[in-house]
């Protein structure tokens, strides 16, 4: 095959050239592609930990916040409301809680770290809806002898004031317990164990 009047320097020069710039331009368009797969910034931020404060809320008196898209309650509990919590448990699907949600350091009769503060995920294990918190003991319209607790108002669903599921109710297991921990006595971290936590 005839050569005559080919540069083979120049025709070496343009291959480069031109794969040189197929590569940048595989580049600009790979970075996009790939840095798509990575969540936004919105995301990331849905399922960071979120600080509460514990300050100025009363015994009885409960605090929502939302955490990945759920909403959290955080209730504190008098003394007079812990005492009560054993005398329920022979009305409760799961007493001990060993078919919930939980971190382990929950499975205890209050479900927290803290006696004194609940904090627990206030969707209604049923489907989802948000139990109201009926803190008052005496008798009620779904219950005449009702200790204090949450109330599902869609499917009549009721959990004690450490959200155990009652017997005879649609809800299949207790209000689950988000991971959490205290940076110090009056602020606590949603969405992260205490150190040494599983």
Known sequence: ????????????????????????????VAVP??????PSAKAQA??????VSLSGLQPGQILKVQWRGQ???V???SAETLSLLPEVDQNLRDPESRESEQPPFALNEGRALRDEYL?????????????QLVPQVGPQPFDDDWKGGFFCPCHKSKFDMAGRV??????PTNLRIPPYSYLDDRTLVIGVNPEGAV
């Open 119 to 131: 904090v627990v995920n206030m969707h209604c294990t049923h489907l989802g809806c948000v139990p």
């Open 1 to 28: 095959m005839p050569t005559d009047g080919v540069n083979k320097n120049r025709r070496r020069f343009l291959v480069a050239t031109t794969s040189a710039v197929g590569a940048v331009g595989a580049g600009f």
């Open 71 to 73: 909403t959290i309650g």
């Open 33 to 38: 592609f790939i840095k798509s797969w990575n």
């Open 166 to 171: 009652y017997k005879g109710v649609p809800a």
């Open 75 to 77: 209730l504190r509990r």
């Open 46 to 51: 849905v399922g960071a930990p979120v600080q």
